[in-house]
């Protein structure tokens, strides 16, 4: 039975009911018990995001919480995935992976391929991302496309809490490598999530809104970025269909391209920087296989190339926002040779 | 004091969940004479778009929602009056209705509340609606739940109280459904009518549902008033194994669509949310398996299994049974209807393998004409002289 909860909610459920059905699934990262050392504060904040929150006392033993070192337990957890468990380690925020990149892309990535199939490593690695909590340059940026473009590495981000549950549920039983990221911002999102568990499949993209003029691709956050100017767009009687690409690896080209095919125009909205981005990615991919649709140039809305700004005037001005994604729609479909 | 002879035409409420409608436009127009079943017009909700039929005849007097507007279920859109009633009279009432729509007060609405019964150790969810009175059970075929009947539960809610319950597999129920028999179907049916305190019920069953319905009735006739079934599976080998095994396989959006096309006559009911809310379900743990485990009592290779014509040998003569069909039934094919003996049977002229989602006042008037020809003679009048 759906029931309406938050995001956060809805990936400690996620965790919940994975650390229920299957007893390899633990859970490890700084502060997701909370106050060690402490009994009567133990559990208090559940990790700073508080999603891990409750798990400590329902699971003795399977929630570690880890020295503030993590190239080392980001490699416990690839180390203990190779060992049969199924570890789910969080990374506070994704602009900390840089330290413990070996162990992501030469180490976990390369398993499976290097040992000719017989390794599988099920580790996933929780991450927050995204601007505006007021948290600058280093606490602040987007980065999954650096994650996407290592082979051997499967990159999630959820926008809704149904989406959160079920993706957060096919990453745990997945038996590769997944990168999961959680927008900063959405954890307090609320929506219809079903009690039971269920798990979405990688690489299906979500139609959020249907429409025949022009097709939006986006993901994460951006998502209702991009859903607000779509209804302002149609009370203007521009009709935008909404892609939500929910994961960048596997990406479902499929759904992208038959979406151009029928509209002829594409804008790609991505929080990230435009360079070696989604944008460009799927910006590329509609240039080469769906040429012929375009009755437009592609245009890309993105954060402009710099770091995240601490100023709060900038940081929302570095931030794609409706009227930006609106402005984009209106220069594709006004758009004459 | 409001002309008893106005009668309001309100916004239906198709399913648990909604709570507005969108009227997309209009088909009735001020002025018109509507037939009882004829089309006013049509409505979108979240979920589902549909054709709001009249309830009974009458004459369109005053359109009250706009088309393109949306309004609380319950709300009044528009009023019928005979000719006999002033144009004064009508004005005030239209523009009492108005004001409560552009309050945004959503009128009081009677919305079916979910409960669980237990069968066998899985829990059974359904929901009932309506007055006190005859107990009528709605039962929902392979793949369904209780919202298959969102354009009817509400209308027989009027005169009955109507239950719709979720299968073992299906909806919120328990998605273990054991070897998978239409024993473990019967069994949660029976589970329901005992807590809901029904001695005896009227069935209402859609293809496998119809084959369960039987079940139950084969089991003790005596508990069962009447029997309507819709489709009902398992009155001849034909069967749309193709369509039932498409079902059980699909994993995306895309395998999906095609297949859900097939239900109905014309596919535009198969709307994006309706494959969207496939697929959640689709997706829960256990539902997989669930489906795999129902097609071997729906599938013999690809022939039909099941054996409807045996439970209605077993049931004997006293309980009436009508047998309804849409013409273009693409799942189950509408001559089986003659195999089913001793029943009254209704083609529905155009409609496919859902006729109480294509065509629910239809078949809402076949619910109730089965129910009348159940009901005991009321006191007083001569009893049929049909034996000793």
């Known amino acids: 039975m759906a029931r309406n909860i938050t995001y956060r909610e809805a990936l400690n459920e996620a965790l919940a009911q994975e650390m229920e059905r299957d007893e390899s699934v633990i859970v490890m990262g700084e502060d997701n018990a909370g106050g060690a050392g402490s009994p009567g504060a133990q559990d208090a904040w559940g990790g700073v995001l508080g999603v891990t929150k409750g798990l400590y006392h329902k699971f003795p033993g399977r929630v570690l919480d880890t020295p503030i070192s993590e190239s080392a337990f980001i490699g416990a957890a690839i180390g203990a995935a190779t060992a049969g468990l199924r570890p789910v380690a969080e990374l506070m925020f994704v602009d900390f992976m840089g330290v413990c990149f070996d162990q992501i892309y030469n180490q976990a990535a390369k398993f499976r391929y290097m040992f000719g199939g017989k390794a599988v490593t099920p580790v996933v690695i929780r991450t927050m991302y995204g601007a505006g909590l007021r948290a600058a340059a280093q606490h602040s940026q987007c980065l999954y496309p650096l994650f996407t473009h290592i082979p051997g590495l499967k990159v999630v981000l959820p926008a809704t809490p149904y989406d959160a549950k079920g993706l957060l549920i096919q990453a745990i039983r997945d038996n590769d490598p997944v990168m999961f990221f959680e927008h900063k911002a959405l954890y307090d999102l609320a929506g219809p999530v079903p009690e039971e568990s269920y798990a979405l499949p990688f690489g299906e993209a979500n139609v959020v809104r249907e429409g025949g003029d022009v097709t939006i691709v986006t993901l994460g956050r951006m998502v209702h970025t991009s859903l607000e100017a ?43 920087h435009p360079r070696c981005s989604i944008a460009t990615d799927i910006s590329a991919l509609v240039a080469r296989k769906a040429f012929g649709a375009l009755q437009a140039p592609i245009e890309m809305v993105t954060a402009p190339h710099t770091p995240v700004p601490f100023s709060k005037a900038l940081e929302d001005l570095y931030i794609p926002d409706a009227q930006r994604v609106a402005n984009a729609v209106k220069t594709v479909t006004g758009w004459t040779r | 004091m409001t002309d008893q002879r106005i009668v309001p035409v309100t916004m239906p409420k198709w399913g648990l969940s909604m709570q507005l409608g969108k009227i997309t436009s209009w088909i009735a127009a001020e002025g018109d004479e509507v037939a009882a079943g004829g089309d006013l017009a049509d409505i979108e909700t979240e979920k589902i778009a549909g054709t709001l039929e009249a309830a009974e005849a009458g004459t369109m007097r005053r359109i009250i929602a706009r088309a393109g507007e949306d309004v609380p279920v319950g709300g009044t859109i528009a009023l019928m009056a005979p000719a006999e009633v002033s144009e004064e009279d009508l004005d005030a009432a239209a523009r009492q209705a108005r004001a409560v729509i552009d309050a945004g007060m959503p009128a009081d609405v009677s919305a079916p509340e979910v409960q669980t019964a237990e069968a066998g150790g899985r829990k059974i969810s359904y929901a009932g609606a309506g007055a006190d009175g005859d107990v009528v059970l709605l039962i929902h075929g392979y793949g369904g739940d209780r919202n298959s009947w969102l354009f009817l539960q509400e209308p027989l809610a009027a005169r009955y109280r ?29 589970a329901v009518l005992d807590a809901v305190g029904a001695g005896q019920a009227h069935l209402v069953g859609h293809s496998l549902g119809g084959a369960v319905a039987l079940g139950v009735a084969a089991r003790d006739p005596g508990r069962i008033a009447s029997l309507t079934l819709i489709a009902p599976a398992g009155f001849g080998s034909e069967i749309n194994a193709g369509y039932l095994r498409g079902f059980a396989d699909a994993q995306t959006r895309r395998e999906l669509k095609p297949v859900l096309g097939q239900l109905f006559a014309a596919d535009d009911l198969v709307t994006r949310q309706v494959v969207d809310d496939l697929l959640a379900y689709k997706r829960l743990d256990g539902v997989d398996e669930a489906l795999h485990a129902l097609l071997g009592t729906l599938l013999d290779g690809d022939a039909q299994r099941a054996d409807s014509a045996a439970s209605v040998a077993a049931i004997g003569g006293a309980v009436p049974i009508t047998a309804v069909w849409g013409s273009a039934d693409r799942i189950v094919p509408p001559a089986q209807a003659e195999s089913v003996d001793r029943a009254v049977r209704r083609l529905i002229d155009g409609a496919g393998h859902m006729p109480h989602m294509e065509r629910p006042a239809e078949v809402q008037a076949a619910i109730e004409e089965t129910i009348a020809r159940a009901r005991p003679p009321a006191p007083g009048t001569p009893s049929p002289t049909l034996g000793p």
Not at chain 1, 247 to 258: A, H, I, Q
Not at chain 2, 175 to 181: C, H, I, R, Y
């Open chain 1, 230 to 272: 779509a209804g302002r767009l149609a009370a203007d009687g521009v009709q935008c269909e909404v892609i939500d690409l929910r994961t960048t690896s596997p990406l479902d080209e499929d759904t992208v391209l038959e979406s151009v095919e029928g509209t002829g125009r594409l804008v790609v909205v991505d929080e990230a």
């Open chain 2, 162 to 190: 109507v239950y719709a319950l979720d299968l073992p597999g299906h909806g919120t129920s328990a998605k273990d459904v054991g070897d998978g028999s239409i024993g473990v179907l019967a069994d949660a049916v029976v």
